[in-house]
């Protein structure tokens, strides 16, 4: 059992009320979606020519793990905090470099410095909003002292970060304006339609959307009067439409949006150069 009374807590960032709220916004938390951030870690990696990278943020009491390569499969997905190396990395918006942590006051007790796997080189990279509030850290690590990043290396990690940060806080944000558009969605409803449940809701919207619906779902839907006997939209249900502020041009926007993601990663890798 690994002994953590020789190791010393980082002291509570001053911002902690709202670095804690910031990274409750982004939603992610005990989310499994390692797919969405994962590309940051292994750039870290290939970058930094370390053998391990991760991303997690911290919370009040622990530091979850978004995502990770070259750790154990069978590794937890979060730890304590005050058991972190990272929770030193949320008092500054500069990385922490650590060459040798056998020699560094705040982690040479660690034991995973003292002990297996005996870490030399930490390099922390605080993942800031656009507020100035750090969620958490993009980070590598080796075992092997003499480990360094060069400055060109740093500023390209630190680039790495501020995109994972930047993806964080819009998801965040765009998390916050989809329940609120549910909530306005499911109101307008309630109002014209009571009786009508979730699942009929949904095949309403699948009409909007322009796909098909079965037979079934169309004779719900004319009972509502919102489909006549063709499967046509009422003037009813053109109505109800307008009043949701819906039409196709946001489903086709959607769509749009998914093929923005891959524009912008590519233009990411673009950006960050040959590694």
Not at 119 to 148: A, H, M, N, R, W
Not at 157 to 170: V, Y
Not at 232 to 253: C, N, P
Request: a negative charge; glycine letters at 6%.
């Amino acid at each position: 059992m690994q002994d953590y009374n020789d190791f010393s807590p980082a002291p509570i960032p001053s911002n902690e009320i709202r670095r804690l709220e910031a990274v409750r916004k982004t939603g992610v938390m005990d989310v499994a979606n390692e797919e969405l951030f994962l590309i940051y870690t292994e750039l870290a990696k290939e970058i930094s020519n370390m053998p391990v990278s991760y991303t997690g943020l911290i919370d009040e009491e622990r530091q979850y793990m978004l995502c990770n390569v070259g750790l154990s499969k069978d590794r937890p997905d979060s730890a304590p905090r005050e058991r972190t190396f990272c929770q030193f990395a949320l008092n500054s918006t500069d990385p922490i470099i650590v060459e040798d942590c056998s020699e560094d006051e705040r982690f040479k007790n660690h034991p995973v410095v003292t002990g297996d796997p005996f870490v030399k080189f930490y390099g922390g990279f605080p993942l800031v909003t656009q507020g100035g509030l750090i969620l958490g850290t993009l980070c590598v690590v080796d075992t092997e002292l003499g480990s360094k990043l060069n400055e060109n290396q740093i500023t390209l990690i630190q680039k790495l970060a501020a995109r994972l940060a930047h993806q964080l806080e819009t998801q965040g944000d765009q998390r916050v304006v989809t329940a609120s558009r549910a909530i306005d969605m499911l109101k307008v409803v309630v109002k014209h339609n009571p009786d009508m449940t979730i699942k009929d809701t949904i095949n309403f919207l699948t009409v909007i959307e322009g796909r098909p619906i079965d037979q079934t779902a169309k004779q719900i839907l004319m009972k509502y009067e919102l489909l006549d006997e063709y499967g046509v939209m009422t003037k009813k249900a053109r109505g109800f439409q307008s009043e949701l502020d819906l039409d196709q041009g946001i489903f086709k926007r959607i769509s749009i949006s998914r093929d923005k993601a891959q524009s912008d990663l590519d233009n990411m890798l673009s950006e960050l150069g040959d590694i």
